[in-house]
């Protein structure tokens, strides 16, 4: 559950598949403990909580010896989950983020709205290469489980990479990046919904 005042949210997770322990501060500054036993997606989670500034603990047991699909996308699920719980109605806040995020040679766009209609519209071409322990192919699985469960509309389109590495490692920084702009007080807003509807 969110916790009284704060942008907190912590979440135990255990299927036949994986183990997941994970808690999130939105209003952090960006320390990540990250555990999941696959060191590529513990990088990319840490360049997550980092970018966006979230506190984030990740404490990940799965069946490594299938291969990471479940570790990977159940971590999706539940950090889209603590997000979802942690942002409460989403008074107050911007709604909207984005960012054209450059690394080396990738260059990624982000974009997201926290319009509880939660989806992924992904468009970064990777071949199936494994980055250490990682599939690459992964990345789009974490994100549409993370979109899923956090209520996020979320696109992220790769607009120049060659090096897998650096157009993942993009994908995180700016997806991030935007949702960090989006979960950010508007301060002109006061405490109202960024919508006409009533609700997100």
């Known amino acids: 559950m ?19 322990r994970l808690s999130v501060d ?13 060191g590529f997606f513990d990088h990319m989670l840490c360049a997550f909580g980092r970018h966006g500034l979230f506190d984030l603990e990740v404490r ?16 999706g699920i539940v950090l889209g989950q603590a997000f979802a719980r942690a942002l409460e109605d989403k008074r107050g806040v911007r709604r909207f983020g984005s960012i054209m995020l450059p690394m080396d040679e990738a260059l990624v766009l982000a974009a ?12 970064v071409d990777v071949p199936p290469v494994m980055l250490g322990g990682f599939d690459a192919t992964l990345a789009k ?4 489980a993370f979109a899923a469960n956090a209520g996020v509309t979320l696109h992220v ?21 935007a949702l960090r702009e989006a979960v950010e007080a508007d301060e002109r807003a006061a405490d109202d919904l960024p919508t006409t509807k009533g609700a997100l």
């Open 112 to 123: 997201c709205d926290l319009s509880g209609r939660g989806q992924l519209h992904w468009d």
């Open 157 to 177: 389109r790769k607009l120049a990479g060659e090096n897998v590495h650096h157009v993942l490692e993009a994908a995180f920084k700016a997806a991030a990046r």
């Open 60 to 75: 990940v047991k799965g069946d490594l010896e299938v291969d990471g699909h479940h570790s990977v996308e159940d971590a």
């Open 2 to 20: 969110a916790e009284q005042g704060s942008r907190v949210a912590r979440i135990e997770r255990v299927t036949n598949e994986t183990q997941i």
């Open 26 to 38: 939105l209003d952090g500054t960006g320390r990540a403990d990250v555990e999941t036993g696959i």
């Open 141 to 144: 699985e974490f994100f549409i």
